[in-house]
């Protein structure tokens, strides 16, 4: 079956815009969550939903955001891009969060700001 | 709060030789465990996972994991690595509704 889907792979974006990355799950998975990637902070978790509502957010600004879709499809949202969003922001999607199932990956979006 | 520390940022061994990449991890209770590994510019795929049971736990690619209750420990072990191991390996803890994530330990292989 199709793994998690996300798109675009690359975007360059330019400091104070916004951008919405997109993520769509393995079929019949409904919890999305959201990860960012940096050289410096490592892996930090962003925020996860399951059946359209957020269940747990991570320490970051309001500037990020984000939403799920009926379908369990999911969006980001980073407003108002500062240099240190430069990232590669991982989307994972799971059947649930209960404590014994696994998360799957996908490739990521690479997101470059200048 | 939970937490996981791979001590070691960046190992090199040879090709065929045996590898050891430790994990400390901090849960209040029994915890999850997870190793995943990272190509460059790749997302995360999971090598193994331990729930409960057995504390030897067998994974892809020939690695194997030992949850060690008293030393909070989860180290990953191969015991002859090939060149397409090198990449990059993370061990994480379930949180709620999360992952916790350590460092990262850099793997490079010699030939």
């Given at each position: ?53 957020q269940r747990n957010k991570g320490n970051f600004p309001g500037r990020f955001s984000g939403r799920q879709f009926s379908n369990s499809r ?35 979006t690479r997101l470059t700001v200048v | 709060a939970q937490s996981v520390t791979q001590p070691d ?103």
């Open positions: 079956k199709a793994g998690v889907t996300q798109t675009p792979r690359y975007l360059i974006k330019t400091r104070g815009q916004q951008v919405t990355l997109s993520c769509s799950p393995i079929s019949g998975h409904r919890s999305v969550s959201w990860y960012q990637q940096t050289p410096g902070q490592g892996l930090q978790f962003l925020f996860e939903y399951f059946s359209e509502t999911s969006e980001m949202n980073v407003s108002t891009l500062e240099l240190g969003d430069s990232a590669l922001y991982l989307c994972a999607s799971s059947l649930d969060h209960p404590r014994d199932t696994e998360a799957f990956f996908g490739q990521g | 940022i960046h190992i090199t061994v040879s090709e065929g030789a045996s590898l050891e990449l430790r994990c400390n991890y901090s849960y209040g209770a029994t915890p999850y465990l997870f190793w995943y590994v990272q190509s460059p510019g790749q997302g995360l795929q999971l090598l193994l996972k331990y729930f409960s049971g057995d504390t030897l736990v067998q994974g892809i690619k020939g690695f194997e994991a030992e949850f060690k209750r008293s030393q909070s420990s989860f180290n990953l072990r191969k015991p002859s690595v090939h060149w397409s191991d090198a990449a990059e390996y993370f061990c994480a803890v379930q949180g709620a509704q999360k992952l916790v994530f350590g460092q990262g330990t850099r793997l490079t292989i010699n030939p």
